[in-house]
């Protein structure tokens, strides 16, 4: 258990559906990430948020939505994905942005496994 | 084009042997290393970090060593256990930033 929750764990999702993945943060974490990793793939960083700001947004499509209406909670909408969407989402946070630190560690969650048919 | 890689995807070891597990990469720009380690259904956890200013870090079976002239660092787990069993990945942090660049994993399986 790392403090951070995801939800669902598992979503199966048609071409046409809109559905959200929720992250929740337990420890009082700044900054909160959404990660997606594809089968035999490194994980691709996709938004991070700093104090419920965007500080970053790597080329994502814009079907993939993220909100973060407080630092404890992160949202990713999702709609009109197509099957090379489908990938395990991974949601990290921590305390400030530098990582060069123990305390500046990302902790991540268990992450939702998305299949889209 | 990938800034880290692990070229080898499996790696199985006996209980009690060591294990070392490799990682390459190419920004000269990039200053800290870190390990995760991922069980199946849990989100990666993180197991230690260098920077570049050293060339080793040590924290009780597990060793980090740091080769700036061949881009190159491992990570050697002495003894393995069972438990170890896991997906490693390495990921590196660059001078001028704090994004995580990662590896695809290398998937360990320590046998008894």
């Known amino acids: 258990e790392t403090g951070v929750t995801q939800t669902p764990r598992h979503l199966v999702m048609g071409m046409t559906n809109k559905k959200s993945l929720k992250c929740e943060q337990h420890?009082?974490?700044?900054?909160m990430y959404w990660y997606k990793q594809s089968a035999k793939k490194p994980l691709e960083l996709m938004f991070v948020?700093?104090?419920?700001?965007?500080?970053e947004n790597n080329s994502v499509p814009s079907r993939f939505s993220p909100e973060c209406p407080n630092s404890s909670h992160l949202f990713l909408h999702l709609h009109t994905l197509q099957p090379e969407d489908s990938a395990l989402y991974l949601c990290?946070?921590?305390?400030?942005?530098?990582?060069?630190?123990?305390?500046?560690?990302?902790?991540f969650g268990p992450g939702t496994r998305l299949l889209v048919l | 084009d990938q800034q880290v890689k692990q070229n080898s995807p499996s790696l199985s070891v006996q209980e009690g042997r060591i294990s070392i597990l490799n990682c390459d990469y190419t920004?000269?720009?990039?200053?800290?290393f870190l390990w995760y380690k991922k069980y199946p259904a849990e989100g990666p956890t993180f197991l230690i970090s260098?920077?570049?200013?050293?060339d080793k870090n040590e924290d009780g079976r597990f060793t980090v060593f740091l080769n700036k002239s061949a881009k190159h660092l491992s990570l050697h787990i002495v003894p393995s256990q069972p438990g170890d069993s896991a997906v490693y990945f390495c990921?590196?942090?660059?001078?001028?930033?704090?994004?995580?660049?990662f590896g695809e994993g290398t998937q360990l399986t320590v046998n008894p």
């Open positions: 260098i920077s570049s200013i050293k």
């Open positions: 948020y700093s104090l419920e700001e965007r500080v």
């Open positions: 420890l009082g974490h700044n900054a």
């Open positions: 920004n000269s720009m990039f200053d800290y």
């Open positions: 990290a946070s921590s305390q400030g942005l530098a990582g060069r630190s123990s305390q500046e560690t990302q902790y």
């Open positions: 990921a590196a942090i660059p001078t001028s930033g704090s994004r995580l660049t």
